[in-house]
């Protein structure tokens, strides 16, 4: 138990205060805590009760951070956990801010990858698509629920297809590459992430288009 004699708001950061006890430095908070808190000057403080006024003061600050990253672009959860804990978080505080974040739905993993496909959809493939999500901590279920066929947006009724998308990358790379060859840009496509159904597609249509100079029957299999 110790006796509070100072509390004095931070030079660096206006938003947070000092708190004193006993003369002597014990915690920073944020002054919305503190207030919150009800912690005085002359009041008498138990350890525990200190730790809980600074933990909670750790996830309202990380919770700040958070959404100031979320203002410019939409994060999955597991993003977030990572730059929390790259600006020196503990793993309890972290947990609570984003749960706290989801509860707000300022983080929505299943609206972020629904829209990441949407930006990306003419760009990547299936298989390019499924790695970049996975890498974001994009659970398999929605991945799989939001490529699949039958799956339609619930606001705009829009759905991925791969063949669009592997026909538009298609059209792109040819007006670099008038004169490429279909194993070539097989080998793009693929590199892209679309998959072998939808290469041939896409190599079906141009074809018909005319794209290629007497094609060979066997690069359209």
Same mark, same amino acid.
């Given at each position: 138990?110790?006796?509070?004699?100072?509390?004095? !708001?931070?030079?660096?950061?206006?938003?947070?205060?000092?708190?004193?006890?006993?003369?002597?430095?014990?915690? $920073?908070?944020?002054?919305?805590?503190?207030?919150?808190?009800?912690?005085?000057?002359?009041?008498?403080?138990?350890?525990?009760?200190?730790?809980?006024?600074?933990?909670?003061?750790?996830?309202?600050?990380?919770?700040?951070?958070?959404?100031?990253?979320?203002?410019?672009?939409?994060?999955?959860?597991?993003?977030?956990?990572?730059?929390?804990?790259?600006? $020196?978080?503990?793993?309890?505080?972290?947990?609570?801010?984003?749960?706290?974040?989801?509860?707000?739905?300022?983080?929505?993993?299943?609206?972020?990858?629904?829209?990441?496909?949407?930006?990306?959809?003419?760009?990547?493939?299936?298989?390019?698509?499924?790695?970049?999500?996975? !890498?974001?901590?994009?659970?398999?279920?929605?991945?799989?629920?939001?490529?699949?066929?039958?799956?339609?947006?619930?606001?705009?009724?829009?759905?991925?297809?791969?063949?669009? $998308?592997?026909?538009?990358?298609?059209?792109?790379?040819?007006?670099?590459?008038?004169?490429?060859?279909?194993?070539?840009?097989?080998?793009?496509?693929?590199?892209?992430?679309?998959?072998?159904?939808?290469?041939?597609?896409?190599?079906?249509?141009?074809?018909?288009?005319?794209?290629?100079?007497?094609?060979?029957?066997?690069?359209?299999?």
């Amino acid at each position: 138990m110790g006796r509070i004699t100072d509390i004095a !708001k931070q030079k660096r950061n206006p938003s947070r205060v000092s708190v004193f006890i006993d003369g002597e430095f014990a915690i $920073g908070l944020d002054a919305v805590t503190a207030v919150g808190a009800r912690i005085k000057i002359g009041d008498e403080i138990t350890v525990e009760k200190l730790k809980e006024v600074s933990h909670k003061s750790e996830v309202n600050s990380a919770f700040e951070r958070a959404a100031g990253y979320l203002s410019s672009s939409p994060r999955s959860a597991l993003e977030i956990k990572r730059y929390l804990k790259d600006k $020196g978080y503990d793993a309890s505080v972290v947990a609570e801010a984003v749960e706290r974040l989801e509860q707000y739905r300022y983080i929505d993993d299943r609206a972020y990858a629904n829209s990441y496909i949407k930006s990306k959809s003419r760009k990547y493939g299936k298989i390019r698509l499924s790695a970049e999500l996975r !890498k974001r901590g994009i659970s398999s279920e929605i991945i799989s629920e939001l490529l699949s066929d039958d799956y339609e947006d619930e606001y705009d009724g829009s759905s991925y297809d791969e063949d669009d $998308g592997a026909v538009e990358t298609a059209r792109r790379y040819l007006k670099t590459h008038r004169f490429a060859e279909v194993p070539k840009l097989k080998r793009y496509l693929a590199g892209r992430g679309f998959t072998w159904d939808s290469i041939g597609a896409a190599v079906r249509i141009l074809g018909d288009e005319g794209a290629f100079e007497a094609p060979d029957d066997d690069d359209f299999e």
